[in-house]
């Protein structure tokens, strides 16, 4: 026994995982079903808030243009929203989700979170960027024939397309940061992770999740910005 007792102690002496050092290949490759796992769930509660709440703001953003007595509220209640604490907020959608949909521990719960967080962002952007078209530019369109809801689509939206990617972009980044507070219901995507690191004092846990959550932002920022390139070409030429 004496003979194997160095080397198996040389062997543990040798596992990050032991050593709980910061930088760990081993958690990585011993953990890699949890990591993608967590990454799975983090890029889905991500895309699936940005698409609602896209969706809802240029909805809000037309209402706030189309009657301009309620852009105030718009813009206001929008900002409310912001100032709530995410912890907060979270807790506070429990028991509504709770009472709607039987459960309030799902995915369904962050994500209306992250959409109402999105609304401050989206809305005035999109709403800045629609009225940023030159009145001249609306004025030709207008005798051009063009309807309302033509100067829309083929004036007035695709002015408006840089100022709203940028919306979107802070967006986008700021919804990854806050997917991770969704552990208070047990669907932060990566924030469980890090809540269990911090909680157990795993460092390779820690760093691993917070460095993924990092690479999803940027990530998202870039494809955010070819979407914005490829839908903007004219720029690319004028450049």
Request: hydrophobic fraction near 50%; aromatic fraction near 8%; glycine fraction near 10%.
């Amino acid at each position: 026994m004496a003979l194997f007792g160095p080397s198996h102690a040389a062997t543990l002496a040798d596992n990050c995982l032991v050593r709980n050092e910061w930088i760990c290949p081993e958690y990585v490759r011993s953990r890699q079903d949890e990591i993608l796992s967590a990454l799975g769930e983090h890029v889905w509660i991500t895309v699936a808030s940005m698409v609602v709440g896209t969706l809802v703001a240029f909805g809000l953003a037309l209402v706030a243009r189309r009657w301009r007595r309620l852009e105030g509220w718009i813009l206001g209640s929008s900002t409310v929203l912001y100032t709530i604490p995410s912890l907060a907020l979270f807790s506070l959608l429990y028991p509504l989700m709770l009472s709607f949909t039987g459960s309030g521990l799902t995915s369904t719960t962050v994500i209306v979170g992250l959409v109402l967080y999105s609304l401050t962002i989206l809305v005035r952007g999109i709403l800045t960027g629609l009225d940023s078209a030159p009145a001249d530019v609306r004025d030709a369109a207008v005798g051009m024939g063009y309807g309302r809801g033509r100067l829309l689509w083929r004036v007035e939206l695709p002015l408006a397309l840089p100022t709203i990617f940028a919306s979107l972009r802070v967006a986008a980044v700021s919804t990854v940061a806050l997917t991770t507070v969704g552990l208070v219901v047990g669907h932060g995507g990566l924030g469980n992770l890090i809540f269990q690191g911090l909680r157990s004092n795993f460092k390779p846990e820690v760093l691993t999740a917070s460095v993924l959550c990092v690479v999803l932002a940027l990530v998202a920022d870039v494809v955010l910005l070819g979407l914005q390139r490829m839908a903007t070409p004219w720029r690319r030429r004028a450049a």
